[in-house]
């Protein structure tokens, strides 16, 4: 029963659209067909009666990344805000493979939400570094996965992160000082076959078995058990804000968790941030042309978006005055709608732009503009985050709950 | 080419004899055929060369497991006494997989011999209790597996360890207590492939995860760099002592060392214990009628062998007397070879038996009376073993190098 639900749940990538853990891509130039990835995950749109009940619920304005569809599909949010108008608390949870490459302004998207969720909502947040997860699918050493996850820590902690009720690990560190983590797992690996992850995740008989194993360890942090330190033997529901491309492990631990009798965690799903190249790939740290970096300068972000970023603007001024730009391609504009606050600003450069008004070297130094003081901000907080200030991160300890 | 290596290790049942690390039987009155199972295995004999170069290495007389085939193969011995030898440390290792059932007189076996291993060796030892392959495996909560380790543990103690020199540990407490372990597990997971377990192991596609990554669980103890609370950043050989079924993890291990640039562990292995009923069968706690307990009185003691011990004699007394009693299938005659210690003794028993001089209700009350005081010392040390006295077994600690 419960094998033939998750086979259900089968990595069926589309022809044209590719989203698993691994892979993103599109044969799109306006990007990700995301609404058809809504059905073919299974997962809830976020409409805008959500979207009011998230503002009726919070007292808050909601954020321009749930305005804009940027976090675009959930699981059962519809619960975890009844929850929290019931007074009731709930815990964040969301996470990062440790990469070498320095973080760009993509990897943020989740972190800068998360960040505002627990503004919003005052609630514990647990991230994870899946350092492991990096060692088994890379050929880099247990030691270096460590160091990067590290480092990493420091970059995220730099998005504002609040000491006093978020909580970071490392899994090569943290699971050998946490009983429960260990016990999570096993309990988790008890419920899930072969198959199933073959079934979920693609993996092969010739994957090593640590591969094979990893769900478990990033499903394990979706269930408040995991972490008595921090909810003692209460059991605290999970909401994961995290990329689409990692639902197929939380639709593993709505299933686990079904069998474990623990609350099944929710999800909120974001789009990806586009390359500079254009909306068929997702911005990638391993193409330094194609993003842009959390340690960029501001002159190397105002030449990769006027040399890099793909332009929805016409050939000449002339046919651009009469036929207008495409904004469904202009990655000038994407960044816009994930960066620029405010919409009747974003929706006068539309209609300028598509109108022809505004020519793609006006729109991308508007874009320059709004990204340039998001980045030296970031920088500034980035360069506070010593190792003491990441050690209280990292401490094991009873947090705010 | 690793791989390709691992897969001729494959389970290969033989028709007549199965010994995998969940089965064992044969259909021989006699037993399972153990030169048979070297060659499957591809193991080596303790031949007469091996037993001497270790009495003349650690100057003490053999032990009768040694002297008399029951430890009968091994993996890489001769390196281990050259080592000795040479002046230089290894250490010990071996294990248990937990039960709710009492142990039985077949369970101590090994760890008699381990006792004695470290005593001419003295070497550290670390006892592995692995609650989690249980909980995996059974219908069992983490929980329950837990508890039942810790009460095997007490079992276990009273066959005479030293906590000088002796780190006893169960899986699902000490992972978590322990990061280099979880370090390990994932640098073992690395190097071996689902086709792999399931060659070695026999694992299928229907099976649960956590049953497929097990073998890193089994294999990360024989590295000394599991521990470096015992071993500091020392490289230090191990020496495995266990029944002949165990092997196929250490199969793995060996492999999976050389991978890792670390020594592989050296081997040695037991015969089993056969059931009261019969050589075809090893001692079984789930068959009250087939073992004798370690919390057995000496009443039960005797009357299980007489009652159930499948006896080589002949069917009258006349018969007997002129044909003589089969050793090779009389079991309390295969007891004696196990617990009896003088070799002069159990020849004479063996020639008179053999003869038809001594009948089977003579060589019943001689082997209640040898297994007896066994178990009533045993006992004696059992009832010792308090809670405090196995905290200082599963205190993480420095222990003596």
């Given at each position: 029963m419960a094998e033939e639900q998750l086979n259900k749940m089968s990595i069926h990538n589309d022809e044209d659209d590719v989203v698993d853990p691994w892979n993103v891509s599109t044969k799109s130039e306006s990007g990700l067909d995301y609404d058809k990835l809504i059905k073919r995950f299974g997962s809830q749109k976020i409409d805008q009666e959500l979207i009011d009940k998230f503002e009726r619920v919070t007292g808050k304005k909601a954020h321009r990344f749930l305005r804009r569809g940027i976090f675009f599909s959930h699981r059962d949010l519809h619960s975890i805000l009844s929850l929290h108008e019931a007074g009731k608390k709930f815990y964040l949870y969301t996470g990062r493979g440790p990469s070498s490459e320095s973080m760009h302004i993509g990897h943020m998207i989740p972190f800068m939400f998360t960040k505002w969720l627990q503004d919003v909502f005052n609630v514990p947040l647990i991230i994870q570094l899946t350092d492991d997860e990096k060692a088994m699918w890379r050929d880099i050493k247990v030691e270096e996965a460590r160091k990067m996850a590290h480092s990493n820590a420091k970059d995220i902690i730099a998005v504002g992160f609040d000491p006093g009720n978020t909580f970071i690990f490392n899994d090569l560190d943290f699971i050998g000082q946490c009983p429960a983590f260990y016990q999570n797992m096993v309990r988790i690996q008890k419920c899930v076959t072969f198959n199933q992850v073959k079934g979920i995740f693609?993996?092969?008989?010739?994957?090593v078995i640590g591969k094979i194993t990893f769900p478990s360890i990033e499903a394990a942090p979706a269930f408040s058990t995991t972490f008595p330190f921090i909810f003692g033997d209460k059991v605290v529901p999970c909401l994961v804000p995290c990329a689409i491309d990692q639902d197929p492990y939380f639709r593993m631990s709505r299933d686990v968790a079904a069998r474990l009798k623990l609350p099944k965690p929710a999800l909120i799903h974001s789009t990806f941030l586009p390359a500079l190249q254009g909306a068929q790939h997702k911005m990638s740290a391993s193409d330094p042309n194609a993003s842009i970096f959390l340690n960029d300068t501001p002159k190397q972000i105002k030449n990769k978006i006027n040399k890099y970023a793909f332009s929805g603007g016409q050939a000449t001024v002339e046919e651009h005055r009469e036929k207008g730009g495409n904004t469904d391609v202009d990655i000038s504009f994407k960044y816009l709608t994930f960066f620029l606050e405010d919409d009747d600003e974003l929706a006068e450069i539309k209609k300028s732009y598509e109108s022809g008004e505004m020519l793609t070297g006006e729109l991308k130094k508007i874009a320059i503009e709004t990204i340039t003081p998001i980045i030296q901000e970031y920088q500034e907080r980035r360069a506070k985050v010593t190792d003491d200030v990441m050690q209280e991160f990292f401490k094991i300890r009873k947090i705010n709950v």
């Open positions: 693609g993996f092969g008989d010739s994957d």
